[in-house]
């Protein structure tokens, strides 16, 4: 890579301790008295590092960790171990100089005045981040221009549909023009559009502001039009960091193999598990490892108009990586 | 300086946000418009039947009422909602946001909020200061004034501090919210002086729950009565309460989880 690292993350680990009881009267009253603890490893020795301008996802179920490790590099949690940099800065410390480049949006939380059109919180934001007017004005009319909100800014948030305030949020939280994205699921709850729009929306400001963006989303979309590099964690550790389009191949125990037949009557069940068969076209599904030879032995054995082999779709590789057990 | 920007910036959005609500300010008017009666037809009923109570006469209770109506305005208009609102950012885990700006988070939690319209209470107790001064034999001097402005200060510094410390509660135990109602009742003893309460209550309303500090100091100095001593300890428990309110807020953001997404 030979950029400079932005984030560096070493062995983080974060451990809560939580209450814990039975379900029922009497276990609630027995919690009373005498309350049982459980560790829970939300984060286990997590290693990595993000380059200047990078877009990375953050791929994993509910409770990997995804969040926590986002707060820990936002600076909202203490670290139970290990170090976190963020712009060389240890994030935990919440120092001014550190906050002031960095920003932090959290798709089912907002944050702008509820009463008040988002141009009043935008100008709380102004006074809060110390953004001069000549900077601020045009960044501001700027990200309305991008994001195409110049309606919305001046109607008071709560009469904004969940999308719209979405895009508002964005632009709030961005008027201090951050190095450094952290994005929680940010287009959770929107439909399929307005998705579109704020991805195509942080690409932008990716390409034009050099900024690094850390990314989680339920959407495999967001990620594959986003980033090129995914981390994948699950159980509070890394279980994959590299290529997104290195996921399929590292992960995905078996390829499609798509034929178009001359006489579509045949039957392929004896090559592989047909998983999709439309006239003269039939899906295969079969172990990686023998790919090759099912190929090899289909076009000798069989009268083939085309035929094409594909890694499945990243969803499927996905779901497959999180069902494997721990 | 640039704080007190933030903080003036804050107050004037929360002045806009209150201005969409201009019925509360009728039903807040009416509010004091009671409390103010209330505590007259209290005060006339107990003088009544006597000249003076502990070494105050009519006219100076009038003052310290005004004083307690007064500042619990201030209360309600400027910590109380704050306070609220950081309960329930810490429960719900908005407070992320605070955390994350490049500004001091304990200024924040504190400047979020603003109900002007509670401010009808710092006009009618207000008026009530001066009904009762004009009441007094002795006039007020100058010293008296800044001595009473001071104390006032100091008084609305350790009442915030107070709810603070009982507020940054919250990152352990989860419901405060009962705190409010508890707060309310024990502010009610400040509208007589705390020379009329049992020593018992006397040490609690002054140094647990500083009311005394924050009313009766202040009425004892309109009325000639406060001396140099009671200033200096007011003086030097404000710093000391504000020092370990500001320490303990750091050390519950340590321990502050955030309520899981």
Partial sequence: MGRMAVVEVAELTKTFVVPER?????ASIKALVRRKHREVHAVEEISFEIGEGEVVGFLGPNGAGKTTTLKMLSGLLYPTSGEARVLGHVPSKRERDFLRRITLVMGNRNQLQWDLPALDSFELNRAIYRIRRSDFTPLRDELIGLLDVGDLVRKPVRNLSLGERMKVEIVGSLLHRPQVLF????TIGLDVTMQKRIRSFVADYNRRYGATVLLTSHYMADVVALCRRVVVIHHGRILYDGD????GAEFAAYKTIAVDLLDGAVSLEAYGEVVEREGDRVVLRVPKEETARVTGRLLVEQKIADLTVHDPPIEDVIELVFAEPK | MSAARVAWLFLKVGVLNELQYRVNFVVQLFQSLIQVGTGLAVLALVYSHTDELNGWSESELLTVLGIQILLG??????????MVQLMEDVREGTLDYALTKPEDAQLLVSVRQFRIWQLTDLVSGAILVAVGLGGVERSVG???AIAFGAALSLGGVMIYCFWLLITTGSFWIVRMEHVLELFEGVYQTGRWPVGVYPLWLRYTVTFLVPIAFAVT???EAMTSRLDAGTLALSFAFGTALFAFTRWFWRFGLRHYSGASA
């Avoid at chain 1, 039975?22 to 009497?26: I, K, P, Q, S, V």
């Avoid at chain 2, 305005?73 to 704050?82: E, F, L, M, T, Y």
């Fill in chain 2, 73 to 82: 305005g201030a209360i309600r208009a400027a910590v109380q909602p704050n």
């Fill in chain 1, 244 to 247: 997104l389009a290195r996921l």
């Fill in chain 1, 22 to 26: 039975e379900a029922g009267l009497r």
């Fill in chain 2, 217 to 219: 100091v202040p009425a």
């Fill in chain 2, 142 to 144: 100058p010293l008296d």
């Fill in chain 1, 183 to 186: 994005l929680d699921e940010p």
